[in-house]
């Protein structure tokens, strides 16, 4: 097991505008039925329909072992992330999600504060502001006073996750600290599967990148939860 670090800018990066770069951020579950109304799912809104992967991995336990927390939970909430890009041009700015994730099993690494069983994923959404992500989430104006657009994940997922480290670059923040006072990212775009009626699903996969992930699809999540927890043993 890896002892907890920071993230150095490794990992899934995509370019928001000509001068903003962000790493992108992940979260798991499959998707489900709606909380709070009908609307765009999660992961589709989340998934990237092209980027470079800059960290490569020969196998699921290898990218375990480089995470910072590797866990098995269920999405509880999701809330305005940060909002990145420079002040005076908003075309040009990346608003995120804050999706605050339910630990039911620890893979690998420590929580953050281990009096709460969660941790917070940020999810960086090119092409979106900071008050169209309000939008997204509350539906309507994004007084909620309309149904939420969102559709939350509502089963399990696996979340091989790396510590963020860039406090301080957003320019507006998020509705709330991230459980812990830490946010996380996927190690990769393979770094979250998830319980798809009892088989594995990769649901922010970056297509052409499939890797060793392509092997795990379909097969048995329970099956993949006891190998992992077998080598951590």
Not at 12 to 26: C, I
Request: glycine fraction near 12%.
């Amino acid at each position: 097991m890896s002892s907890p670090r920071v993230d150095c800018g490794r990992g899934l990066v995509v370019l928001l505008a000509a001068a903003l770069a962000m790493t992108l951020v992940g979260c798991a579950s499959d998707a489900g039925e709606a909380r709070g109304g009908t609307g765009r799912d999660l992961w589709d809104v989340i998934r990237v329909p092209s980027a470079a992967e800059v960290e490569h991995f020969a196998n699921l336990k290898d990218m375990v072992s480089s995470s910072d927390l590797t866990v098995v939970g269920t999405v509880r909430d999701v809330r305005k992330g940060r909002t990145f890009g420079p002040v005076d041009e908003p075309a040009a700015q990346a608003g995120s999600v804050l999706v605050d994730v339910r630990v039911d099993r620890i893979l690998a690494g420590k929580l953050p504060d281990p009096s709460t069983s969660a941790v917070s994923v940020e999810f960086v959404l090119p092409g979106y502001t900071g008050s169209q992500v309000d939008v997204l989430i509350k539906g309507g104006d994004g007084s909620g006073a309309e149904p939420g657009r969102l559709i939350l994940p509502t089963g399990r997922g696996i979340y091989v996750l790396r510590i963020k480290d860039d406090r301080g670059v957003e320019i507006a923040p998020a509705d709330g600290e991230p459980v812990g006072g830490v946010f996380y990212r996927p190690v990769t775009s393979q770094g979250i599967l998830v319980d798809d009626a009892g088989t594995v699903q990769a649901p922010i996969l970056i297509p052409g990148a499939e890797g060793f992930v392509k092997a795990l699809i379909g097969t048995d999540f329970d099956a993949l939860v006891a190998s992992l927890e077998s080598q951590d043993s």
